[in-house]
């Protein structure tokens, strides 16, 4: 009896450290994703921006070149705009029917549209004030995506009130584009940034919830994606929320 309860034990210990290691293989596959693909988006949009704007000697804005008005002041502003939507919709509705590898590069070509789309920020920041709220974006992501994969609580109440959270705000963004408030743009920020740290440890739990040892190598790769997909979105959406409280305007 006690040979058995011993071998039990020790079976129960290695299947938990292969679980361990296949779930930090996992993690570190999502985690891979999302920092390359904000790599790639970050490229394109500086990439951009150096053809698409005149500046100064001290960087400062003189002008828009025919590329520049063609992207920020014309109906093409709007493609650029909504292409990145576009993406993650197809994404979200079409991954069970798509390979790993295919989910893969329809991820990086959304990376790559993104930039496009986000391009426009050094159009309307400085980039050191770009740079510093990108850094404290990085530390508060950081921290709350460990928080999210540590944690023993259950965040799925959290991740609840945390999307009704986010339906007010695309709600009330949209009517501020009538009402162009300043002070609901700024209540909206500030909002959205509580959101969205919150919003990073939910879906990093969520993502870490999802890891099955038993799952076979395609359907793992497809998990890593989306899940890659959901803290860039996370990531990108904080981004933007510091950056419209904290960031420089030219």
Partial sequence: ??????????????????????LRAYMLKV????????????FIALFTFKFAAVTGPNGELIG???L??????????????????????????????????KAQTVFWIFAALMGLSL?????????????????????????????????KRDLTKLGSFLMMGLFGIIIASLVNIFMKSTMMYFVISI????VFV?????????????????DSGEM????????????????????IMLLRLFGQRR
């Fill in 198 to 214: 919150g919003l990073t440890a939910y879906d990093t739990q969520k993502i870490k919830n999802m890891y099955l040892v038993s």
């Fill in 119 to 151: 391009s426009s920020i050094f159009i309307a920041y400085t980039g050191t004030s770009i740079t510093r709220v990108f850094f404290i974006t990085a530390g508060t992501f950081g921290a709350m995506s460990i928080y999210g994969y540590t944690t």
């Fill in 31 to 42: 985690y891979n994703y999302m920092g390359s693909a904000l790599a790639l988006t970050g």
């Fill in 68 to 101: 520049g008005n063609s992207l920020y002041n014309s109906g093409l502003a709007w493609v650029v705009m909504l292409a990145p939507l576009g993406v993650v919709f197809y994404m979200s509705f079409g991954i069970a029917k798509m390979s790993a590898s």
């Fill in 191 to 194: 909002i959205g940034v509580l």
């Fill in 220 to 239: 793992m790769g497809k998990k890593a994606v989306m899940g890659a997909l959901t803290l860039y979105l996370d990531f990108i959406n904080l981004f």
């Fill in 1 to 22: 009896m006690v040979f058995n309860k011993q071998s039990s034990v020790t079976r129960s210990s290695a299947s938990d450290a292969v679980i361990d290691q296949g």
């Fill in 64 to 66: 828009l070149t025919s």
